[in-house]
């Protein structure tokens, strides 16, 4: 998870100036965002702006196949502000690369 977190981590501290809320998809986010702040704050090269409203979700593809309660907490339809997005920009530009 170590290359999540520091992605994850150096796309929040990139160009955030005016933004407030963050939301931001994984496919084990059920799991990883219980942990992440632990994680970030044991090592000095990783930060998260205690500024920042971040919300979790889990991509439309990947969400089917966790438990009920993952879909109703974790599912984009159900994210305030996230829209009608299903999380899978990554997957559908590399689809051109097979």
């Known amino acids: 998870q170590l290359n999540m977190d520091y992605s ?3 796309a929040l501290s990139y160009n955030m100036n005016s933004i407030q809320n963050v939301i931001y998809f994984y496919d084990i986010n059920c799991t990883y965002v219980k942990n992440l702040q632990k994680w970030v704050d044991k090592t000095m090269f990783l930060e998260i702006s205690p500024s920042l409203r971040i919300m979790a979700g889990i991509r439309m593809w990947h969400v089917h196949r ?3 309660e993952c879909y109703a ?6 994210i305030k502000g996230s829209g009608w997005v299903d999380g899978e920009i990554i997957e559908t530009l590399w689809s051109t690369l097979n």
């Open 8 to 10: 994850l981590c150096n």
């Open 66 to 68: 966790h438990k009920k």
């Open 73 to 78: 907490r974790y599912s984009p339809l159900f």
